[in-house]
T-cell receptor, first 115, second 111 residues
Framework: EAGVAQSPRYKIIEKRQSVAFWCNPISGHATLYWYQQILGQGPKLLIQFQNNGVVDDSQLPKDRFSAERLKGVDSTLKIQPAKLEDSAVYLC?????????????FGNGTRLTVT | GQNIDQPTEMTATEGAIVQINCTYQTSGFNGLFWYQQHAGEAPTFLSYNVLDGLEEKGRFSSFLSRSKGYSYLLLKELQMKDSASYLCAVRDLKGNNRLAFGKGNQVVVIP
């Protein structure tokens, strides 16, 4: 089975610029997640979708971050405008459903550097 | 909310056994996962515990005590390729079933 696909793999932007990341989950996976992982830390959940609806965006900095999953499959995460502290790896993950024992499958991530 | 604590780094010799601990505090525990993450790569799923006791999967075993808010991952017959960060993650039923990760424990395997 194909894994979670993310692009781009790397991105370097200047502060105050905008950036967008794309994710294609594993086919048939209803739940999609965006995590932010700062160097030396564990992943932090930004937003969780169930099909095309938002389940949890309580930790998303909504003044600058937005995400959508319009058709319940692919998703995009946008940062506008970027700050230096947004430098991190942005990981997309998917799971079959929201059940307790459904493991998350992660993509390789997008490494963002804000200068 | 969830509070997950893991020690930061340990070094072990090839062929040895290493135990990685994780303590957590959560109001609606709904399962604990262990993930392995090699540098620059995505986390990969290792194990899942929701009931107390030991789950064994080849060289890796994971233990859970819900009353103590404690889990450990046991790595046996260490190999060089086991050098990675090991992440403990807990689901909180009262937090939209959110999966929250600890900071990870970096294991370095030396010959």
């Amino acid at each position: 089975e194909a894994g979670v696909a993310q692009s781009p793999r790397y991105k370097i932007i200047e502060k105050r610029q905008s950036v967008a990341f794309w994710c294609n989950p594993i086919s048939g996976h209803a739940t999609l997640y965006w995590y932010q992982q700062i160097l030396g830390q564990g992943p932090k959940l930004l937003i969780q979708f169930q099909n095309n609806g938002v389940v949890d965006d309580s930790q998303l900095p909504k003044d600058r971050f937005s995400a959508e999953r319009l058709k319940g499959v692919d998703s995009t995460l946008k940062i506008q405008p970027a700050k230096l502290e947004d430098s991190a790896v942005y990981l997309c993950a998917s799971s079959l459903d929201m059940g307790g024992n459904s493991p998350l499958h992660f993509g390789n991530g997008t490494r963002l550097t804000v200068t | 909310g969830q509070n997950i604590d893991q020690p930061t780094e340990m070094t072990a010799t090839e062929g040895a056994i290493v135990q990685i601990n994780c303590t957590y505090q959560t109001s609606g525990f709904n399962g604990l996962f262990w993930y392995q993450q090699h540098a620059g790569e995505a986390p990969t799923f290792l194990s899942y515990n929701v009931l107390d006791g030991l789950e064994e999967k080849g060289r890796f075993s994971s233990f859970l005590s819900r009353s103590k808010g404690y889990s450990y991952l046991l790595l046996k017959e260490l190999q060089m390729k086991d050098s990675a960060s090991y992440l403990c993650a807990v689901r909180d039923l009262k937090g939209n079933n959110r999966l929250a990760f600890g900071k990870g424990n970096q294991v370095v395997v030396i010959p």
